[in-house]
């Protein structure tokens, strides 16, 4: 009947929670493909509180739904920047859900819907939703997918005046409504299919739909960020004003535009099995109903339509070589397989308008520029062999990609420091101070000649590496550091994982965002005494700072049917302690390393 018992206690107070089968409860029993969950809560300081979560999945559907509510709220929220916001005894709570529903092997329906009932509700009480989760939205959306094609017909908006995604709060500050969307997407149609099939292929998407910016209207200060210092470093603006008011002031306004849009790509791919060429030319059209004349720097407005065309060529090839003479117990190694894969992409673009000319609705649409850019780069895998006589495996010992990008000056992003004076100074950027270079469509790369890597090293079974970095060629506001050994690191990471054994391991990481100067070292320390007993615990200490940013660890006492855990920690950005305990009903079904954040390299991500 009982999934888990928590007892925790945090700056904002005290607080009993019980999570519960409630088919179990009702007498009902199990349900094939439906769970429900209730969960009764109680803080000392704000009162009862009430939610479930429902998951149903079957041939045809799979959704969830979940709501909680604490009717008289009466305590003091500590959020994200440390602040607090006192609450007057008023109904606080969420719902939010979605359904796919399978309706043929074509056709798929989504339907999502969210409510929140104020701006801080997510940051008090469910801090990872709003850090990571997908955009809180209502949403119909129908798609038919068959083969290369897929046609898509869409209404979204939200009933709130507010965002609760942090995420979308500090990079546009704003929603999209689609109040319809249509398109039809065709990939890849083979126009030499019968004499010589993946020669000359040709993609095309088209595009319609009613689009309104759906804005901001909580005051800063109302959110947390109540001193210019933390308004301006976070979103640039003054404490006093909301997100909406300074896009307003920027030129931008909540009337719906009417966006048509279509674009075509043709690309030849040419191989010998190793070697591929594959040159590719793109032409794009846009229309709108609005010349944005109170956004767009030119007198008068842009024009109309909108024409984006470029053309480029990627090329790739990969040969190996095998070493069957190396052996080193040292480095752990027998016989290696030197796979090297050299890469390129040269693109060139052009648009009519000037860059930052368009509100962005879409950032794969108005997001994109003109330009000319090269990208290089070379990966290489080290692969041997482990296990012993009768029991060799493959294994990648050493993963590498180095790579280089140049751009010309004019794609570069250029923008001004953040001026706390003019609440508009960064509601101008289209582009991220972090460049980033997307082989498949060049037109979202985030601009900025720079060279990049990342590695994975297997040093041995129970020993692994692994680091990225990116640096910038030229100077750059936000990420220029004259004073560091390494002035245009824009980012950079560095760390290990250790398992000793099996019952103990240890992560290390150091990380690295010039933007935010962020310096942090991150450790973890997992160990299980016995069958009964896992310890875990994780400080992070801010290298910036010299002092510890946050800390928390945990202590798992496993009995025959059930976990009961304590654990406790401190956040030094939120100024908050915590400490908790919990019973987990069966036991194991409490995620053993929830405290221990595991270090888990991964060449993902950065291309």
């Not at 060429?277 to 767009?296: H, L, Q």
């Not at 690191?489 to 935010?516: D, I």
């Not at 030094?572 to 595991?598: H, K, M, Y």
Request: one cysteine or more; hydrophobic letters at 35%; proline letters at 4%.
């Amino acid at each position: 009947i009982i999934y888990d018992e928590n007892l925790a206690a945090k700056d904002s107070g005290l607080a009993a929670k019980v999570r519960w089968n409630a088919l179990n409860l009702l007498n009902i029993g199990p349900v094939d493909g439906f769970s429900a969950d209730l969960q009764t809560d109680f803080y000392v300081e704000r009162g009862p509180a009430l939610g479930t979560r429902l998951n149903w999945e079957s041939r045809r559907h799979k959704g969830e739904l979940f709501a909680y509510m604490v009717p008289l709220d009466r305590c003091t929220d500590v959020l994200k920047p440390g602040t607090e916001i006192n609450q007057d005894e008023e109904f606080r709570g969420i719902l939010s859900g979605y359904d796919r529903f399978r309706v043929s092997d074509h056709w798929t329906v989504l339907t999502e819907l969210s409510y929140i009932s104020d701006a801080t509700f997510v940051d008090a009480f469910f801090e990872e939703a709003g850090e990571s989760r997908r955009e809180f939205t209502n949403r119909l959306r129908g798609e038919r997918t068959e083969a290369n094609t897929q046609l898509t017909l869409e209404a979204s908006g939200t009933f709130n005046d507010f965002i609760a995604n942090e995420w979308l709060l500090q990079s546009r500050g704003y929603s999209v409504t689609k109040l319809p969307e249509v398109a039809y997407v065709r990939q890849a149609d083979d126009l030499l299919g019968a004499g010589a099939p993946g020669l000359l292929t040709w993609s095309s998407e088209y595009r319609i739909g009613r689009y309104a910016l759906a804005t901001d209207e909580i005051a800063l200060e109302d959110r947390g960020f109540n001193t210019i210092l933390l308004a301006a470093r976070v979103f640039g603006i003054d404490p006093a004003l909301s997100p909406s008011e300074a896009l307003r002031a920027r030129g931008l306004d909540e009337d719906a535009v009417t966006r048509m849009d279509t674009r075509h790509e043709l690309t030849a791919k040419m191989s010998d099995g190793v070697n591929v060429v594959s040159p590719f030319a793109i032409v794009r059209g846009t229309f709108y109903d609005n010349e944005f004349d109170g956004f767009s720097s030119r007198s008068g407005g842009n024009d109309e339509l909108r024409v984006w065309s470029a053309a480029g060529a990627r090329v790739s090839t990969s040969f190996n070589r095998v070493i069957d003479s190396v052996d080193s117990r040292f480095f752990d190694i027998h016989r290696l397989r030197h796979i090297v894969e050299p890469y390129s992409t040269a693109w060139a673009g052009w648009d009519s308008n000037d860059e930052g000319a368009l509100p962005i609705y879409d950032q794969d649409y108005e997001g994109t520029t003109g330009g000319a850019a090269v990208n290089l780069g070379v990966r290489n895998t080290f692969q041997t062999q482990r296990g012993g006589s009768g029991a060799w495996q493959s294994v990648d010992w050493l993963k590498l990609d180095l790579g280089l990008v140049v751009n010309d000056a004019a794609s570069d992003f250029t923008p001004q420091p953040v001026n706390p004076l003019d609440p508009n100074s960064s509601l101008r950027w289209t582009q991220s101070p972090m460049p980033a270079f997307y082989t498949f469509r060049p037109e979202l790369s985030q601009w900025g000649s720079h060279g990049y890597g990342a590695m994975v090293w297997q040093l041995s079974d129970s020993l692994t590496m692994g680091g990225t970095m990116n640096y910038l060629f030229d100077d750059q506001v936000f990420v220029t550091d004259a004073d560091s050994v390494l002035p245009n690191l824009a980012r950079g990471s560095l760390g290990f994982e250790m398992r000793h054994n099996p019952v103990a391991s240890t992560y290390v990481e150091y990380r690295y965002l010039a933007p935010t100067s962020s310096e942090l070292l991150q450790a973890g320390f997992l160990y299980r005494a016995g069958k009964r007993y896992l310890l875990a615990f994780s400080p992070q200490y801010d290298l910036q700072a010299g002092e510890f940013r946050a800390v928390s660890g945990s202590v798992t006492r496993t009995f025959p049917d059930f976990d009961l855990n304590a654990n406790a920690g401190y956040d030094l950005i939120e100024d908050n302690t915590f400490v908790g305990l919990s019973l987990s009903i069966p036991a194991g079904s409490r995620a053993s390393r929830q405290n221990f954040g595991a270090y888990t390299p991964s060449m993902s991500g950065t291309r």
